[in-house]
């Protein structure tokens, strides 16, 4: 099957049946069927007349030969149907020499399975009836009027290569809307005609061309679905027209790829399609392409990326012919009026599983030197290919492509002219020369000059667009399958278990334990009523310890009589044993017996105490037992880390998210979030392990997903990497994050394309879910906005972000180094500063998308070089402020903005910088209010703060009331040592009615300046507050000290009292707890509390002091002395 030979092969028809058929003259006719392809007679059928019922069996067969190497070719089998064509044979009247027919109606068979691999095929073919046909009216049988009709090759036509290599191209044509108002039904008939060129043959361009578009006036929508029809003329019958089971069946604006798929284009384009004037072809034309012509197509897709698809309208006049004065339409002059060109974006057939594009899109006056900077291309289809064509324009043919080749202008000139076929396809051999291959320097008669096109001018100013659909039957670019993702992250990742479920462990021998002590307790007290109940009953509270003491002996021999202190003490050995070995470990023997002495003392004061435990529980007294600690939740444990990683104590930090995972190591959260503090130390072979744990936990997390991917390309793993962004935009299509940093990813990989295809989907599902969001806002208010104002606001919906626009041809090459993004923003922003200086609005180096400007992707996003960063180490890193704020969110935001705040919330700070150049270059971003916060962060980290505070006075003149910029603000002074303003930015912060996005801090550090300006109640209600909203160590100690300042020394204690039962690591509390203590005389609590302060090395030497004075004062506290 590899190698098919060249010699012709035949293709055979046989039409076996007909069913529901019926004639002119009555139900029983004498019918036979012709059957045609490619405008040739295959033959005719034997006259079969009809049965009552209404069939007719034919069992005729006709055949062609198939020959590519100069007969029919695939192309041909790929766009020209079979026509089988009823006819009647009426009855002969008296002298009549022959008999009348007349056709009763037409079926048309696709050829489309050969081109797919098949050997044979058999389908039921409708037939339609010819106006005025009796097959108008159909019979009441069940059975619709068709053909049954067999079609069979001796071997496939396609060989393995073809089949695996080769690919079915498919381009329809619907309409041009909103066409120039001097396009008018009446007057001399025009001929509107859209033609273009694909690779077919290798490098060998074909033409495709679309002839006799029907002008209609506005009124109504076209009806969807509409069937397409065969760009064939002739065919006898009108519904043989409609392709088989192929139908326009239309969208939503939002999904099409096209030029006018934003919410501002709806209003015009619904306008446009229901009032004004259109054209209507809605032809399907077909093209195979073999596999050199698919590698031609990608290749000429990624290097020219829009493809020219051109319009005109060449008139028709009547010119008499012959002795009959009967006229035939024809082109006097070949004159080409209303020349325009539609640019196609051809890019997303490049983007991986795409296998269909379709959208609207404008028409501009052609223009040589326009059209060959946007395509590339030096010919115009029309004016140096196919101007032969429209010589051409007889009746017969003007649904073709290629009705004959160029004809001398002298009419009466006898020369044999070579036919081509009647659809317009080129004969093999005759093949179109490449579009990059020649150029035409004189222009048709008539012809506008190439610098000037007033005509095509005017469909700008109608605002023409033609709808046009390219569909492939295989995609160009494989995509990987959801199942193929799953199993390489499973390969890199293997899916943890889960964990047994033990039987046995500490505490259930614990428990067992008290189940014993608490049956045999129960036991022993129905023994001991058996006993001596009566006389309880009568005594009741008079039994003195006497009796008491008597009871317990005579109730100790009883038990020991009767074996049942032998009973209990065997059905309490188990649970002892099972606590010997699982809670204190002790399997094997003891190596002395001093040892085992040691032990079973320890083993029977721990099982004493539990016995005691358990009987508590089952007979509880007054007794008040001994204060359980405070058990600290999950969250406050994060709260905890997350004080501890702004007061640089990493090491603390640590504890508590290991804390955490001890405590739930199958939280994936939690595996999350340390590793995110490992990204914030940038140990990222750690982070990586904890992004990789929690990956195994459940591997269709998205999160995780992506936080491996990003630790990957910090690691230039970059295989790796694909695959984990891959899966997460797989798993879950509509996240803007995953569709983002799989783009940044191809930027890094140099993939313009894939980066391109990237940026757009993640741009898709921001607006759609920004515009479902505002339906959903509009349904709960009730509020209906007005259209026009609604269209203003969503005309900065754009494929980038929520606005609409594209960014400026910028490429940056950083130098290596984790600042260098960082660096080029910073010189720019200065620059951008300046030209603010006369204007309150930013000026951003961009501009809208040209249509006249060619847009290569290479030069439409931003680029840096991927270097491997110099880590920073974490001392340089100062105060970190929380990464997961939402600064200054406003309405509108755009996919790189998205991005950064995830990035933030996970502390990916080195992956930050990458991002903010693109939000700085994309149109619809720039420097905004919360951009400029981001930055100010990064700044901060870094103790750039003098950069920081450029930057946030850049936030404070866009959004003056925005709390999160004047809480960043004070952060920034306190840490820059100017407590007086920073004091002054969080008093306004919190004065605001909306919080800032982190108020802990605020709270913390503006409590910390009262209190060192001794304004101890402002302090006191500052920290009073921040242990209402989130209490910890640091709020309790704050609120302490305050309280212990303005001699509350109760309220002082029972905070500090707070503040060590959720840390008692801290020293500051142990002295604060100290000098209470030494206030109100309590020697040993003051002497404790000063040895704790001195084991944990209180390093503030002015509290240290403070201490020792009042020590000496109240002549106790300190025992050394």
């Known amino acids: 099957m590899e190698q098919v030979p060249s010699i012709g092969r035949l293709v055979r ?64 089998l790929a766009h020209k149907p079979v026509f089988l064509t009823v006819t009647e044979v009426l009855p002969k009247e008296k002298k009549q020499k022959e008999e009348k027919t007349l056709i009763l109606g037409q079926a048309v068979v696709d050829l489309l399975p050969l081109l797919e691999g098949q050997s044979s095929f058999q389908t039921t073919a409708p037939l339609h009836p010819v106006q005025g046909s009796p097959l108008e009216t159909p019979r009441s049988s069940a059975k619709q009027c068709s053909l049954e009709v067999k079609v069979l090759v001796a071997e496939p036509l396609l060989t393995t290569a073809q089949i695996s290599g080769g690919n079915l191209l498919k381009v329809t044509l619907e309409a041009a809307y909103s066409v120039p108002e001097s396009f008018i039904p009446t007057g001399p008939g025009q001929n509107y005609m859209v033609g273009l060129q694909v690779p077919s043959l290798g490098e060998k361009d074909y033409p495709i061309l679309f002839k006799n578009g029907t002008l209609k006036l506005g009124g109504e929508r076209e009806p969807v679905p509409r069937p397409k029809k065969w760009p064939i003329a002739n065919i006898l019958a009108p519904g043989a027209n409609n392709i088989p089971d192929a139908f326009i069946v239309g969208g939503p604006y939002e999904e099409e790829e096209g030029e006018l798929n934003h919410p501002e284009d709806s209003e015009f384009r619904n306008q446009a399609e229901c009032i004004k004037k259109r054209i209507i072809w809605d032809l399907e034309s077909r093209c195979y392409l073999d596999p050199s012509a698919v590698v031609s197509f990608q290749k000429r897709i990624a290097d020219c990326r829009l493809w020219p698809v ?54 501009y006056p052609y223009l040589d030197s326009v059209v060959h900077e946007k395509t590339k291309c030096l010919l115009s289809f029309f004016r140096d290919i196919g101007h032969h064509l429209i010589h051409n324009n007889k009746i017969g043919g003007i649904n073709s492509l290629l009705s004959k080749q160029a004809v001398s202008k002298n009419l009466k000139e006898d020369k044999p002219v070579k036919e081509k076929d009647i659809d317009g396809r080129p004969r093999p051999g005759d093949v179109a020369p490449s579009i990059k291959s020649q150029s035409s320097d004189t222009p048709l008669e008539g012809e506008p000059p190439l610098s000037h096109n007033p005509e095509g001018q005017q469909y700008v100013e109608a605002r023409t667009y033609i709808v046009l659909e390219i569909q492939l039957d295989k995609a160009l670019v494989p995509k990987r399958m959801p199942e193929e993702l799953a199993r390489r992250v499973k390969e890199m990742i293997p899916p943890r278990p889960p964990l047994t479920r033990r039987t046995g462990g500490a505490q259930k021998a614990m428990s067992d334990y008290h189940i014993q002590i608490k049956n045999i307790s129960r036991a022993i007290l129905d023994e001991y009523y058996r006993m001596f109940g009566k006389q309880v009953a009568k005594l009741e509270s008079d039994m003195d310890s006497e009796t008491l003491e008597e009871q317990k002996c005579q109730l100790s021999y009883e038990l020991n009589c009767s074996g049942k202190y032998f009973a209990f003490k065997e059905q309490l050995k188990h649970a002892v044993v099972k606590i010997v070995r699982d809670k204190y470990l002790k399997t094997t023997s003891f190596e002395s017996q001093e040892e085992l002495q040691t032990f079973i003392s320890e083993l029977y004061v721990f099982l004493v105490d539990q016995m005691h435990v358990a009987l508590n529980q089952t007979m509880p007294d007054d007794v008040q037992g001994t204060v359980a600690t405070i058990y600290k939740s999950s969250e406050q444990l994060q709260l905890f880390a997350f004080e501890a990683e702004v007061n640089e104590n990493f090491e603390m930090a640590a504890a508590y998210y290991k804390e955490r995972l001890v405590r739930e190591p199958q939280n994936l959260d939690h595996w999350l979030d340390y590793g995110a503090f490992c990204l914030l130390t940038e140990d990222n072979i750690k982070a990586q392990e904890c992004f990789r744990k929690a990956l195994s936990l ?46 940044l990813y191809y930027e890094i990989q140099n993939n313009d394309i894939r980066m391109e295809m990237a940026f757009h989907e993640a741009s898709k599902q921001l607006q759609a879910r920004m515009l479902q969001a505002q339906v959903t806002k509009q349904k709960s208010t009730g509020v209906v906005e007005d259209t026009e104002e609604r269209g203003k606001r969503e005309s900065s919906l754009g494929p980038w972000g929520i606005t609409n626009g594209s960014a400026t041809a ?76 939402h600064y200054g969110v406003s309405q509108t935001t755009t996919i790189f903005m ?28 720039g420097p905004s209010c919360e951009y400029y916060l981001v930055l100010a962060q990064t700044h901060i980290l870094k103790k750039d703060f003098t950069k920081a505070e450029e930057y946030l006075q850049q936030a404070a003149q866009m959004d003056y009331l925005n709390p999160n910029v004047w809480g960043l603000k004070g952060h920034l002074y306190f840490l820059s040592g100017n407590h007086s303003e920073a004091k002054a930015c969080y008093e306004r912060t919190i004065s605001f009615v909306v919080d800032a996005s982190e108020m802990h801090f605020i709270f913390l550090r503006l409590g910390l300046i009262y209190l060192e300006e001794k304004e101890y109640e402002k302090a006191k209600k500052t920290y009073m507050e921040a242990c209402k909203r989130s209490p910890s160590c640091l709020t309790w100690l704050g609120l302490g000290i305050a309280c212990y300042r303005l001699e509350e020394l109760t309220e002082a204690e029972d905070a500090l009292s707070e503040a060590n039962a959720l840390n008692n690591y801290n020293a500051e509390v142990w002295a604060y707890l100290a000098l209470v203590c030494l206030k109100v005389g309590r020697q040993l609590e003051a002497e404790q509390a000063y040895k704790y302060m001195i084991k944990l090395k209180l390093k503030d030497e002015a509290l240290l002091a403070e201490i020792h004075t009042l020590q000496e004062t109240v002549g106790f506290g300190n025992p050394s002395f």
């Open 13 to 76: 028809i046989t039409v076996t049946e007909g069913y529901d058929l019926k004639g002119f003259k009555g139900d029983t006719p004498v019918t036979f069927i012709r059957v045609e392809f490619n405008q040739v007679v295959l033959g005719d059928s034997a006259k079969i007349t009809v049965s009552p019922e209404g069939s007719a069996k034919y069992n005729f067969t006709s055949s062609f030969e198939f020959n590519p190497e100069g007969g029919i070719s695939l192309d041909d």
């Open 698 to 743: 459940n591997q269709s997390h998205i999160p995780s997903l992506l936080l491996c991917g990003v630790l990957a390309v910090l690691l230039e793993n970059y295989e790796q990497a694909e695959i984990f962004f891959e899966d997460a935009t797989c798993l879950e299509p509509t996240n803007v994050v995953a569709w983002t940093l799989l783009g």
């Open 310 to 363: 051109e319009i005109t309208r060449v008139p028709l006049v009547t010119v008499p012919k012959g002795k009959a004065g009967k006229t035939e339409k024809t082109d006097e002059e070949g004159q080409l009026s209303f020349h325009g060109v539609a640019y196609v974006n051809m890019v997303p057939l490049l983007y991986p599983g795409v296998k269909r594009i379709r959208g609207a899109f404008h028409v």
């Open 898 to 925: 998205e991005t950064i705040r995830f990035l933030m919330k996970v502390k990916a700070m080195q992956y930050v910088q990458r991002v903010l150049a693109h939000e700085l270059l994309c149109p619809q971003g």
């Open 810 to 885: 910028i490429k940056v090459e950083a130098p290596a180094g984790a600042g260098a993004a960082l660096s080029i923003l910073d010189k720019f922003l200065e620059e951008s500063s300046k030209l603010q200086s006369d204007s309150q609005e930013p000026i951003l180096t961009t501009q809208t998308w040209d249509p006249n400007i060619s847009q290569k992707p290479s030069n439409t996003f931003i680029k840096e070089i991927p270097t491997k960063k110099e880590a920073s180490k974490c001392q340089d890193s100062s105060a970190l402020l929380h990464p997961g704020l």
